[in-house]
């Protein structure tokens, strides 16, 4: 299984306290709520401070896209994280309670939450062709540049903000890739790279 997904087109869903809003990108199986899932991927939009919602027996990583960021307090274990870098990702349990605090206006950022004893991936953001091949599953979205997909039958162009994800089966046999294209990534045009937030998850039972 393979689908395309453009952020801009994502339904946005505002949170039960106001704070902020969710897109979600995917959520594995199809049809899981949010106690079922296995893992899921969503871009949130934070603007009010408050305490984000307790997801037991999950590992969450989340990632600032855009906005002046937050500050993180994990009560339980004592920790305190700025997230006010862009592209730098930060891992905490779900279980743990978390305190957010504004740094100033609106962010922006990107999750991922995998139930602990399903699957295991990492967050991370890439410069260079990724291929989809032997990964179990995982999700790929655009946040510089341009990006071509392909699978040695057709191509895709994806711009920012574009992506694409996907459950590979055991028995499958695709060449699927991405890689950047364009002046940008060849000669770092206007100082950027082109970038590619990365997810390679692979089931644990």
């Known amino acids: ?25 995917v959520c594995w199986p199809p049809g899981a709520g949010m106690n079922g899932f296995e893992w899921r991927v969503s871009v949130a939009t934070i603007s009010t401070p408050g305490p984000f919602s307790a997801f ?8 600032l896209l855009g906005g002046d960021g937050v500050q993180l307090t994990g009560k339980a274990g004592g920790w305190e994280h700025t997230l006010d870098q862009a592209g730098v990702p930060f891992a905490f349990a779900g279980e743990e309670p978390v305190d957010c605090q504004m740094l100033g206006g609106t962010s922006t950022d990107f999750n991922l ?20 091949d032997g990964i179990g599953a995982g999700l790929c ?19 920012a903000g574009q992506g694409v994800w996907w459950v590979n ?4 046999d695709e060449h699927s890739r ?16 082109a970038t590619l937030a990365w997810i390679a998850l692979e089931p644990t039972r």
């Not at 801009?8 to 306290?17: E, F, L, R, Y």
């Not at 037991?56 to 990632?63: A, F, N, S, T, Y």
């Not at 991405?178 to 790279?193: C, D, I």
């Open 1 to 25: 299984m393979l689908e395309f997904f453009d952020l801009a087109a994502a339904p946005s869903v505002p949170w039960k306290n106001g704070g902020g809003s969710t897109q979600e990108l």
């Open 56 to 63: 037991p027996g999950v590992d969450r990583q989340i990632m």
């Open 113 to 132: 939450m995998v139930r602990r004893g399903a699957w295991r991936g990492a967050l991370q953001v890439v410069r260079q062709a990724q291929s989809l």
């Open 141 to 159: 979205m655009v946040l510089q540049g341009t990006w071509r997909w392909s699978d040695g039958a057709s191509t895709r162009t994806l711009a």
């Open 169 to 172: 089966d055991e028995h499958q």
């Open 178 to 193: 991405v890689e950047p294209m364009g002046a940008a990534f060849t000669t770092g045009v206007g100082g950027q790279s």
